[in-house]
């Protein structure tokens, strides 16, 4: 059997890992083993990388230690204040450094060369996200000719936005290096053909191929996601009571990283419109907003901060009452167990980001609710997870804060029968399509693209030796 050989940013360390990335790639590592490869900043370096590996799982744990201005040139820099803005739709927000790009390029190199003598030649090698798109390439230069994968778990930009990337054709050279390149939704895969199509002059082949100035990719969407069962049992057993939230308070829930990616500020404006519009009907309603912080050296983050601490602060003064606060914003992690039992206890679960790849929260949402009495899910159309759940969920439009109060007003005053019924339609999309299948049915596509690559290959080396002869 194939070893899975895994490449990712984030190495899945401590007892409780966090981010959907390493929570749902674990599983799968946790199930059948093999290599998992990351990154880490290492303050103890001046200049070169180490590998170092870590015992103790069910599977092989290593990471690249990069000292501090290669960690932070590559992974703050070009990462996270290029390709995440410009993967997110604000290429506003773009901050184009000198010596970035490079530092990207050469921890991707590094990657590939540290590691290539762990790699095997029955080795599945499955690449994931931004932080490491070149590094098939790399590994292709190095003679590596597995089977590669890539998975992207951030959208895929417009062909607008990939026209702010000075080096825009590096992109079409490392995609192809790729026997397959996975995206969360179809709506990703539209935006990949439509690039290729516009930025690159590359067209559609009748086997599925998008062939871009002689070379090819090959793309398709795998929505990610959730072991359902173990989460539902989860919440299930989960104690709340030591939480402190009284039994009879009606509960909204909204996890989310804070990032402006979340639409966290329009969440908070679309629940002063319905506190505006409907504070005196029915039970008083209080959103708890867990807001795990995430890169706050950046500005960008450090304004979103403000931006909530004064919006919770002013809708606090307007509606807050004794015994009742409409907010309660968190801005720290939360453990996971704990969150589980909460979105059980919640009525309404409110998604709103204004971009998102995936968004496993309102999956994990869905999986937690009691499916005798269920809450409602009101999820923004731009989430990657409305193209599965709008079977049941309230879809909503993040920017306009009149659309998030009558989802609000509609999920709270809903009757049991029909959130029983989108219960059943979204529970029946998310266990069909867990985070088994999201593994099985990529790793599958991938051997086949493999196998035809090397089909094609032999062939053309064949032609080569007639044609020769």
């Not at 990703?188 to 990719?217: N, P, W, Y």
């Not at 500005?299 to 601490?309: G, M, N, P, S, V």
């Not at 606090?316 to 167990?337: F, S």
Request: aromatic share 8%; with cysteine.
């Amino acid at each position: 059997m194939s070893r899975l050989f895994v490449y990712s940013n984030r190495l899945p360390l401590g007892s409780n890992p966090s981010g959907g990335l390493v929570v749902a790639l674990g599983k799968t590592m946790d199930r059948q083993g093999g290599v998992w490869v990351g990154a880490k900043l290492d303050e103890t370096l001046c200049d070169n990388q180490t590998l170092h590996e870590y015992k103790g799982a069910a599977f092989e744990r290593h990471a690249l230690h990069l000292p501090p201005r290669e960690y932070n040139d590559y992974y703050l820099g070009y990462a996270n204040s290029v390709l995440w803005p410009l993967f997110h739709g604000r290429t506003d927000l773009l901050d184009v450094a000198d010596g970035q790009l490079d530092a990207y390029t050469s921890v991707n190199r590094k990657m590939a060369e540290a590691t290539r003598h762990l790699l095997k030649p029955d080795d599945v090698i499955w690449i994931h996200d931004y932080h490491f798109i070149p590094l098939a390439a790399e590994l292709r230069v190095l003679g590596v000719s597995n089977p590669i994968g890539f998975f992207l778990h951030t959208p895929f930009p417009s062909s607008a936005n990939v026209h702010a990337l000075t080096h825009k054709d590096r992109l079409l050279d490392w995609l192809s290096a790729y026997d397959l390149v996975g995206l969360q939704t179809q709506r990703d895969v539209s935006a990949l053909i439509e690039v290729c199509r516009t930025v690159f002059g590359g067209q559609m082949l009748s086997d599925g191929r998008i062939r871009c100035k002689g070379q090819d990719i090959r793309a398709a969407s795998f929505p990610i996601g959730i072991d359902v069962e173990k989460f539902r049992a989860i919440a299930e057993t989960c104690d709340t009571s030591g939480l402190n939230i009284d039994p009879q308070q009606k509960l909204m829930i909204g996890v989310d990283r804070l990032d402006y990616s979340k639409g966290l500020p329009h969440k908070f404006r679309g629940f002063q419109r319905y506190l505006q519009r409907h504070s005196g009907e029915g039970d008083r309603l209080t959103l708890l907003q867990i807001a795990s912080p995430t890169r706050e050296s950046v500005e960008a983050y450090q304004d979103i901060r403000k931006d909530l601490e004064q919006l919770t602060g002013e809708v606090n003064g307007a509606y807050a009452e004794l015994g009742y606060i409409p907010i309660q914003y968190i801005h720290r992690a939360v453990p996971r167990d704990d969150i589980a039992g909460l979105y059980r206890r919640a009525s309404i679960g409110l998604v709103t980001p204004l971009i998102d790849g995936m968004n496993l929260v309102a999956k994990e949402y869905v999986a937690a609710q009691d499916p005798d009495d269920p809450g409602v899910l009101v999820l923004s159309e731009a989430a990657g997870a409305a193209e599965q759940l709008k079977c049941g969920a309230l879809i909503i439009n993040p920017y306009d804060p009149s659309s998030v109060a009558g989802a609000i007003r509609e999920a709270i005053n809903m009757p049991l029968e029909e959130r029983v019924a989108r219960h059943h339609r979204m529970w029946n999309e998310i266990s069909r399509r867990d985070v088994y299948w999201w593994t099985e049915t990529f790793l599958e596509q991938l051997h086949r693209n493999a196998r035809d690559r090397r089909d094609r290959e032999a062939s053309l080396q064949d032609l080569e030796r007639a044609l020769s002869s």
